[in-house]
């Protein structure tokens, strides 16, 4: 499940910076072969950015590559990385759930000004604003989902899996990590060839 939620908003992700980028190159073209300009990519490419942030924040979350810092932690003993992990785990559920939160303000207020983007197309923000109060309540119940889930696994004591999925990941995880991806692709490679 958390692998096929990860893969699918990072195709998400992929999909708005690519869309993204066919929309700079059809502008740039046009710009120096036909001295046109499509008065938009700069607006597009702030609200891919902050759509894309969100889902970076929750393909972030779900891959434990958030930054940590992590000098001490695996010196600590394992029960006070248990709490610290749990504290980590609680504080990001914590700081998204108020980013939903006041993001919905945000958006009540362009609702009742009507605003409008300073720009030749005039969009009514609170389009842009709602993809991207979509991609945080997703991030928020993604982290929420994770402190609920850390915090049954610190009441029952058990902080060395508490600490393998909430914990800063290691150099040798991320070794891991990048050695199957390389095997896979080299499985795939071999596949593909007769």
């Given at each position: 499940?958390?692998?096929?939620?990860?893969?699918?908003?990072?195709?998400?992700?992929?999909?708005?910076?690519?869309g993204l980028a066919v929309v700079v190159t059809v502008e740039t073209v046009a710009?120096?072969?036909?001295?046109?300009?499509?008065q938009g990519a700069d607006e597009l490419g702030g609200y891919a950015l902050a759509?894309?942030?969100?889902?970076?924040?929750?393909?972030?979350?779900?891959?434990?590559?958030?930054?940590?810092?992590?000098?001490?932690?695996?010196?600590?003993?394992?029960?006070?990385?248990?709490?610290?992990?749990?504290?980590?785990?609680?504080?990001?559920?914590?700081?998204?759930?108020?980013?939903?939160?006041?993001?919905?303000?945000?958006?009540?207020?362009?609702?009742?000004?009507?605003s409008v983007a300073q720009t030749p197309w005039a969009t009514p923000l609170v389009?842009?604003?709602?993809?991207?109060?979509?991609?945080?309540?997703?991030?928020?119940?993604?982290?929420?989902?994770?402190?609920?889930?850390?915090?049954?696994?610190?009441?029952?004591?058990?902080?060395?899996?508490?600490?393998?999925?909430?914990?800063?990941?290691?150099?040798?995880?991320?070794?891991?990590?990048?050695?199957?991806?390389?095997?896979?692709?080299?499985?795939?490679?071999?596949?593909?060839?007769?």
């Open positions: 499940m958390k692998a096929r939620l990860e893969q699918l908003l990072g195709t998400a992700f992929g999909l708005v910076f690519l710009r120096k072969l036909f001295n046109v300009s499509l759509v894309g942030a969100t889902l970076g924040f929750s393909i972030a979350l779900l891959g434990r590559t958030h930054i940590r810092v992590d000098v001490i932690h695996d010196r600590l003993p394992v029960w006070l990385q248990g709490g610290l992990n749990w504290l980590s785990a609680v504080s990001l559920a914590a700081l998204a759930l108020l980013m939903a939160y006041l993001a919905w303000f945000v958006i009540q207020d362009t609702r009742a000004y009507k389009i842009p604003q709602t993809v991207w109060l979509i991609g945080l309540i997703i991030f928020a119940a993604i982290a929420l989902g994770s402190a609920l889930q850390a915090t049954r696994l610190l009441l029952r004591g058990r902080f060395q899996l508490l600490d393998r999925d909430y914990g800063p990941r290691s150099t040798k995880d991320e070794v891991d990590e990048e050695l199957d991806d390389i095997r896979a692709r080299d499985a795939a490679r071999q596949e593909i060839v007769p």
